[in-house]
């Protein structure tokens, strides 16, 4: 019987082979590709869907949370939603091939930088089901190769997904091993897939701490993570009140469990008693709990809690904001140097000096001037797809859509050149 | 007595401040900072000779080779070169706070994609002393503070530099924390700095393998590694032979020391006989060992030996050549792909196709097409400088010059957007 190290190398050979096909496959044949997996998707339904039911019975019997119930669960509209995803991405533009620059030198070398695919891409994640459909077909859309490692929970739902999307890739001429999962539950699985860096040019963990934290400590390849939003609003001076109160509630309650919601809010001295009298009572109105600084317990009174310096330096995914009173924009920007995570921060001023400070001062992957942090996304910039938000600074940062997904190589041409 | 870890913390914590003002400075003020530093080279030019005097003589009596200790020694002509070189970077363009893209939404969100220094660079080098210099001036060019840590036998010499670069900073009202370097020789070091990614945004080793690996092994962030050459040529059934001589013997002769040189010959059958007899009788008139396989000793007979297996796996670095017939592009391909470091490979023919396949399917940082493999050198691609050459896909690939020392970050300018 092979050992797990043998089982996951194995799983890289074949990757590996598999991305050297892509790297040389059409748009048109990936694209057909995708449509192909769309296809088998829908037509494999049956059997994705009762791998699912085996999934939530044995989920149910081990006691996980509803909410954990509800991520975990497929049925038809989730299966149709999946194989549009599918087909969506076979719609966007490819990036692979596109010449980045190209000039020549005085001997007569031309060089060109074009865009090429990474090669093997590993997706280490936890949560639903759909991600192995999601995460793959941006893989294969970008050329790459792609090695799942899905969570223990959703095993059978994932075997059934890949099965599907390589029959398709396999149906339109692409390599079968275009999508691989790993089908053991072992934990050490992970760390077999990190020291493996002959056939992974990459690791993109998603998933809790606990996760991030194996793949950082074990991996001997790049690691693109995609970590904690403490994301800051700073209202300034001079930002229009009525504008700032619409941000900040659409940033911190449009959708309060996502990365790019706001948790922490930076009040400028002399606007702080006018905002929080309007937007301060709207945000309590809608149910979020206030954690504020001395200053601000002291204008809200029993409407707001004191904050723990923790409270700054925490993702509450849920309806609580940290709120703390600052004396001008350079101290908004120390705060959030700080305490917070480099993800998303934005600032709320009629003054552009102001604003372009902060926008220049602030090292995070993006950074606002009066709008919402919630744009964040790959959708919202226009990318069409995002595997994720990258917290990291190379590579990727920010929104992580097909081209983050691609690298590059230098072709140089010439008529026999040789160094002096 | 503080822990060698509470050591390298307050370095980390020293250079993320440095970095932060880094990142605001203009790049005139950079720029005279970088003049600054040259003159200081130059006035403590006596401390700094002293110093590598110093090491000299522990390394004479710890037995180095007459080839290290010249690696080592610094005299005026080459302190002059060092210094040279700081206001030869103080000339470059700076890529610092280029928009790389910027584009409107639907909505009226403007989203730039802007340059922006990476933060804290961490250089591992075990060589000359010169690196200290080159590598940490390229840094400072960047707006990126950087940390330092040089080979043992190098200490005083390093600390010499260092300081003189340091004094330039602070003469030109840079922090004197922009250029730091790991004072103690304690191995450990090393492993100190791969832990401390609250600090240290990438790490840059230069070295030999078992540097690199300890890095690998022990880095929690990412690592451009700048590792073997092991180059190939293919020699095509339609090459011009006469080209095809000259640029062999170039990408082996002229300097065959370095990472760009070529190590491994691949003929195409029809060719072999004819190459041999012109090109392989120069190349061994020059000194080149020329370890064949089965066709070529036949060939070649008593002029060549036969090649193990592990020679067409070898960086060389000498005037020594492993050569192959190959049936087709195909097969010189693949062996590339199995055998080569996917640093510098080339074809050299006249048909078209055949090299465009070529430079499409040889999966490597630069792949040439009737060109000499020695032109891959930031200096030969007009990048003006270079950090070394990246044998990583991710982030840099290929030479690494000042946009590779650079990341990059979005700004969005709205009027009140929120997310619907």
Known sequence: ????????????????????????TSSEQKNQGLLAMADELVAGGGAILEANAGDLARAEGAG???????RLRLDEGRLRAMADGVREVARLEDPVGGVIRRWTRPNGLEISKVRV??????????????????????????????ILRGGSESIGSNMAIAAALSRGAARAGLPADSVLLVETTDREAVKEMCAMDRFLDVIVPRGGRGLIETVVSHARMPVIKHYDG??????????????????????????????????????????????LAGGGRELIGRGVEIRGDETVCRILGDAARPASPEDFRTE??????????????????????????????????????????????????TVYWNASTRFTDGGEFGFGAEIGISTDKLH?????????????????????????
């Not at 309060?256 to 809010?265: D, I, K, S």
């Not at 480099?342 to 902060?358: L, P, W």
């Not at 920010?398 to 008529?415: N, V, W």
Request: some cysteine; aromatic content about 4%.
């Open 1 to 24: 019987m092979s050992t797990l190290h043998d089982q996951i190398f194995e799983l890289g050979r074949r990757a590996r082979a598999a991305a050297r096909v892509l790297a040389r």
């Open 64 to 70: 996980l949370s509803r909410a954990m119930l509800d």
């Open 117 to 146: 695919p990474i090669g093997v891409v590993g997706i280490i994640y936890e949560s639903r089901p759909n991600v192995t459909s999601d995460a793959a077909v941006l893989c294969t859309k970008t050329g790459n190769a792609t």
């Open 230 to 275: 403490i994301c800051a609003l700073y209202v300034d001076a001079e930002a229009d009140l009525g504008m700032a109160e619409k941000i900040v509630v659409n940033a911190k309650c449009q959708r309060p469990g996502v990365c790019n919601a706001v948790e922490t809010l930076l009040l400028h001295r002399s606007v702080a008693e006018g905002f």
């Open 316 to 365: 509450f995914l849920d309806l609580i904001l940290a709120v703390k009173v600052v004396g001008d924009v350079g101290e908004a920007v120390e705060h959030i140097e700080e305490h917070g995570s480099h993800h998303s921060d934005g600032i709320i001023t009629a003054n552009e000096a102001v604003a372009e400070r902060f926008l220049q001062e602030v090292d995070s992957a």
């Open 396 to 420: 990727a940062r920010g929104p992580m859509a097909l081209e983050e997904l691609t690298t590059y190589k230098y072709q140089l041409r010439g008529s026999g050149q040789i160094r002096g």
